[in-house]
């Protein structure tokens, strides 16, 4: 949460942050600033603006075209209002820096500065931060029987670093800062601790942000600050540092794949529209050269030996996950224990961090995540790497931490996803890890039963293809959508794999169209939100021709009686479940392997055309940010 960026080079720094902050600003909205280091008056120029990027563009129009030195940051509310003076950046007297995360103790740090004489003008920890740096700043100079304004540029560098390190030795937390300081012309300073920082160099100068999309127009070359680590940037030099010693350290550079012509909207309205139509393409790009000439074969993961002595003695899975990524982990659970008879666990990482967990010998432990720095999932994989436990991670962002501190990574060909909703990067979870699960059951011997496999099998193979053909129908699934805008209460019900799915059908119209809606598994409704059923409520019922088809009818049949609008998603030819609705969304024949990739997309599709309707902000709801890096 809350987007970083900085530039220092030879260039105009001005222009460098605003397409930074642009990119960056899925990350948080609320407010946005920057601080531009003026040469020639030897200051800071700062400006904050409350709102979209657009907001802080307009209000400095004209202004701060010639600086080739800044910070900007683009704000996701944590401690204080939104407002322009709970803005970043923050100033404290020669120091000016931003910054993304939590210092968890700030409030006793806030007291011992206040009762020292410190005060403060906004209700930030970031304030508290700065402040305490800039302390230690004054406090080492006075040591050296210096005044820490009038130093050298080299002195200011070199009692900085050590303040930093002191005032990151007092502070708890995961967060990353980067910082400017007055009369250093060329250098960008900052410190990862736990919120993810990329450095990268393009032709004029020295970048830095908190995520690659801020710069991959400029550089497709980039290093990942590695965590506690202290760095200097500046044109063409990088240096990091350990926290602790301050030794200096060597960190890999990387060579991204994603371009900046993938971060655009192509001609769609929204982002998420976008990405909704990307998704055979997506799905495509995460099955190529992974898929074996037959069902007989080995999927082919990125190490095939690791791959094949990961899953070797494995006798239970635990599955961690937020959001729309926990929901892919609930449909995998149901490939895992049919196919590859392996009992599977599904945690929420928030809840799964702070339980005691069992962990029995040949448990394994896999994240699942779209950006790879969800706070919660990321300290969940961490927890099963300190008990030791084998750990693997299905991600999206290459170079993620959570893709980096994991044993080993399956990763889903996504590309950028910039809509805070989740869309693309759920059915690409869905895919690998129905693959894997596939494919783990080969490799314990176990063939899925061999009609289902064979069937499963083609129908994975051929799955772009469908998802094709249902967004064929794109149009009159937002039609359904935006028919549902006096309803006050939208149910999204389902069996089986159809339970997550209803689940994230439910997630997704909350998020973008602020509508009341709840996921259930349909056999349970008896036991309580049958209670909710009236005329002004509407039941998404998601029932493709398995097992359970049946079963989901007669809960269909129930709440019908009761005045609920029914919307049906089923296969085309289910004239029965057809016949028991006031709208069908009709689908093509699938198999159970790939029913919830082609069920959730109309559901993907319904929440898009209501909140179009409703005139929300869909790429950017409120309250929301894509990259939730607190918890
Ligand atoms: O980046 P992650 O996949 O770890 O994110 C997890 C959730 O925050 C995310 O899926 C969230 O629920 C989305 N906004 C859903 O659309």
């Not at 979209?52 to 401690?79: F, K, N, Y």
């Not at 995520?211 to 940037?233: G, R």
């Not at 599955?319 to 149901?334: E, P």
Request: glycine residues 8%; charged residues 20%; contains cysteine.
């Amino acid at each position: 949460m809350c987007g970083i960026v900085g530039y220092v080079g030879t260039d105009a720094a001005k222009p460098f942050l605003i397409e930074g902050l642009k990119r960056l600003e899925y990350r948080g909205y609320d407010s946005a600033g920057f601080a531009l280091y003026d040469p020639k008056s030897k200051d800071f120029i700062i400006r904050r603006s409350v709102g979209h990027v657009e907001a802080l563009v307009e209000a400095t129009h004209g202004m701060g075209d010639h600086e080739r030195l800044g910070i900007a940051h683009t704000r996701w509310a944590t401690h204080g209002v939104p407002s322009e003076v709970n803005a970043h950046p923050h100033r404290a007297g020669g120091l000016v820096l931003v910054h993304n995360g939590i210092i968890e103790n700030h409030a006793q740090i806030k007291n011992q500065l206040i009762a020292e004489g410190v005060s403060f003008s906004s209700q930030t920890d970031t304030e508290v931060f700065v402040r305490l740096i800039e302390k230690h700043c004054l406090r080492l100079a006075l040591a050296q029987k210096l005044v820490f304004l009038e130093a050298t540029p080299l002195q200011k560098r070199d009692i900085a670093l050590h303040a930093l390190q002191r005032a990151a030795s007092e502070v708890e937390g995961h967060y990353a800062v980067i910082f400017l300081i007055q009369g250093i012309e060329d250098c960008i300073f900052g410190l990862q601790a736990g919120a993810p920082l990329v450095l990268g160099q393009c032709k004029s100068g020295g970048l830095v942000a908190s995520d690659l999309q801020a710069m991959l127009s400029h550089t497709s070359e980039v290093s990942f600050v590695p965590v506690s680590t202290i760095f200097e940037v500046s044109k063409g030099l990088s240096h990091f540092y350990d926290v602790k010693t301050l030794e200096e350290k060597t960190v890999k550079l990387e060579k991204i794949e994603w371009s900046s012509e993938k971060v655009a909207k192509d001609g769609f309205d929204h982002f998420m529209l976008k990405e909704i139509f990307q998704q055979p393409s997506v799905i495509a790009d995460t099955l190529s050269g992974r898929m074996p000439l037959s069902e007989l074969g080995s999927f082919v993961w990125d190490n095939p030996v690791a791959h094949e002595a990961l899953w070797k003695n494995v006798k239970k899975v635990y599955l961690i996950a937020c959001g729309t990524a926990y929901h892919s982990a609930m449909v995998a659970k149901y490939y895992f224990e049919k196919w590859a008879k392996l009992s599977v666990e599904v945690d929420i990482a928030s809840e799964f961090r702070y339980r005691n967990p069992v962990f029995e010998v040949g448990t394994i432990v896999g994240v699942i995540s779209q950006s790879g720095e969800t706070a919660d999932t990321l300290a969940a994989l961490r927890l099963a790497n300190e008990k030791g436990l084998t750990t693997f991670s299905v991600c999206n962002v290459p170079g993620s931490t959570i893709m980096r501190e994991s044993n080993f990574q399956y990763s889903t060909k996504a590309g950028p996803e910039i809509g805070v909703a989740s869309t693309k990067a759920f059915t690409a979870q869905l895919t690998v890890l129905t693959a894997l699960a596939y494919d783990v059951a080969h490799l314990r011997g176990l063939s899925p039963n061999s009609k289902d496999s064979d069937e499963g099998f083609r129908s994975l193979a051929r799955l772009p293809q469908d998802i094709e053909s249902v967004l064929a129908h794109a149009d009159e699934f937002q039609a359904v959508g935006a028919s549902l805008e006096n309803k006050k209460t939208i149910l999204f019900i389902g069996r089986g794999t159809m339970y997550p799915i209803a689940l994230e059908g439910a997630l997704k119209l909350k998020e973008i169209t602020y509508r009341h809606a709840e996921g259930y598994a349909a056999g349970e409704l008896k036991h309580g939100p049958i209670a909710l059923v009236d005329k002004d409520l509407a039941a998404v019922v998601m029932a493709p021709p398995d097992e359970l088809h049946a079963k989901t009818l007669s809960n269909l049949e129930e709440i019908r009686s009761r005045g609920a609008f029914i919307v049906g998603i089923g296969e085309d030819k289910d004239t029965e479940f057809r016949k028991l609705c006031n709208s069908y969304i009709a689908l093509p024949k699938t198999t159970w392997t790939t029913a919830p990739v082609l069920y959730v997309i109309p559901t993907q599709l319904i929440s898009y055309g209501l909140a179009r309707k409703l005139g929300c902000s869909i790429d950017k709801p409120r309250n929301l940010a894509k990259s939730v890096t607190v918890e």
